[in-house]
């Protein structure tokens, strides 16, 4: 019996310290172990990080000074960001992958001067429209000959690939019989009309604007009317409803606080909603 009861005191011993090793550790997991905000966890405390694509070439929108990307959609989406809560991880890349890698869940959107079309909005949600643009006809400075569409006939068109206006040159071409080359910037684009081995080129009305206010020997111009009127959206993941409602809100609140207004004045001194 005296054995029995040694025993038993030894296994309820054995059971008490069991027990608060257990309690010990639930109380050192909730205050060292807990998981990173950008984790979900769904805490009142968690600052959520989406990954947001850009183009890395596309002055003002988004391009690189002295290290940083900066440019309008840059100060937008960080700003949207601000105000909505959320942290932005900033991927730039080449603009035709941009759309892929939305669809792929590598991006939870994307800011990029993307132009609001039915075709990205089978893939993407597009938000609503933080930027009217559309595009121009740009020819070599001392280019007299073409100044409109039907002046593109037989000729040369240097494009970016992926882009409105390549779809709108695919479009001329078929028109017209255009021969269109490919480049991934537009830098490189415009380059091809400077050295001559192009006739023209289709750019996005601010970008090319932009180009000719900052660069005096840009040797470029524009010609003719807009030959659209492209209207910028935010790309979003279709999965992520919650993101798409958030960057509809903080562009809202940006015009209605004068913002917005401040970011485009900044970069080409003109209100553009």
């Given at each position: 019996?005296?054995?029995?009861?040694?025993f038993?005191?030894?296994?309820?011993?054995?059971?008490?310290?069991?027990?608060?090793?257990?309690?010990?550790?639930?109380?050192?997991?909730?205050?060292?172990?807990?998981?990173?905000?950008?984790?979900?966890?769904?805490?009142?405390?968690?600052?959520?990080?989406?990954?947001?694509?850009?183009?890395?070439?596309?002055p003002?929108?988004?391009?690189e000074?002295?290290?940083?990307?900066?440019?309008?959609?840059?100060?937008?989406?960080?700003?949207i960001?601000?105000?909505?809560?959320?942290?932005?991880?900033?991927?730039p890349?080449?603009?035709?992958g941009?759309?892929?890698?939305?669809s792929?869940?590598?991006?939870?959107?994307?800011?990029?001067?993307?132009?609001?079309?039915?075709?990205?909005?089978?893939?993407?949600?597009?938000?609503?429209?933080?930027?009217?643009?559309?595009?121009?006809?740009?020819?070599?400075?001392?280019?007299?000959?073409?100044?409109?569409?039907?002046?593109?006939?037989?000729?040369?068109?240097?494009?970016?690939?992926?882009?409105?206006?390549?779809?709108?040159?695919?479009?001329?071409?078929?028109?017209?019989?255009?021969?269109?080359?490919?480049?991934?910037?537009?830098?490189?684009?415009?380059?091809?009309?400077?050295?001559?081995?192009?006739?023209?080129?289709?750019?996005d009305?601010?970008?090319?604007?932009y180009?000719?206010?900052?660069?005096?020997?840009?040797?470029?111009?524009?010609?003719?009317?807009?030959l659209?009127?492209?209207q910028?959206?935010i790309?979003?993941?279709?999965?992520?409803?919650?993101?798409?409602?958030?960057?509809?809100?903080?562009?809202?609140?940006?015009?209605?606080?004068?913002?917005?207004?401040?970011?485009i004045?900044?970069?080409?001194?003109?209100?553009?909603?």
């Amino acid at each position: 019996m005296e054995m029995g009861f040694s025993f038993m005191k030894k296994i309820g011993s054995l059971l008490i310290t069991g027990l608060l090793a257990l309690t010990l550790s639930a109380c050192g997991s909730s205050n060292g172990n807990a998981p990173a905000a950008s984790e979900g966890t769904g805490t009142s405390n968690e600052v959520v990080t989406y990954t947001i694509g850009t183009d890395a070439t596309f002055p003002p929108f988004e391009y690189e000074q002295d290290g940083k990307y900066v440019g309008i959609d840059i100060d937008l989406i960080n700003a949207i960001g601000e105000l909505e809560g959320f942290k932005v991880d900033l991927k730039p890349m080449n603009f035709k992958g941009i759309i892929p890698a939305i669809s792929a869940n590598q991006l939870d959107a994307a800011i990029a001067g993307i132009s609001i079309t039915e075709e990205r909005k089978q893939v993407v949600n597009l938000s609503d429209t933080y930027f009217e643009a559309g595009l121009s006809l740009v020819v070599h400075s001392d280019n007299d000959s073409i100044t409109k569409p039907e002046d593109l006939k037989g000729k040369v068109i240097a494009i970016k690939k992926g882009t409105a206006g390549s779809k709108k040159a695919e479009e001329l071409a078929k028109e017209y019989g255009i021969t269109l080359n490919y480049f991934d910037s537009s830098p490189a684009m415009f380059q091809e009309v400077v050295n001559k081995n192009a006739d023209a080129t289709i750019e996005d009305y601010p970008v090319i604007s932009y180009k000719l206010a900052v660069d005096s020997n840009a040797n470029l111009k524009i010609v003719g009317e807009r030959l659209t009127g492209d209207q910028y959206g935010i790309a979003v993941s279709k999965d992520n409803e919650e993101l798409l409602q958030k960057i509809n809100d903080g562009i809202k609140k940006l015009k209605e606080s004068g913002k917005y207004d401040e970011i485009i004045n900044k970069y080409i001194g003109t209100s553009a909603k």
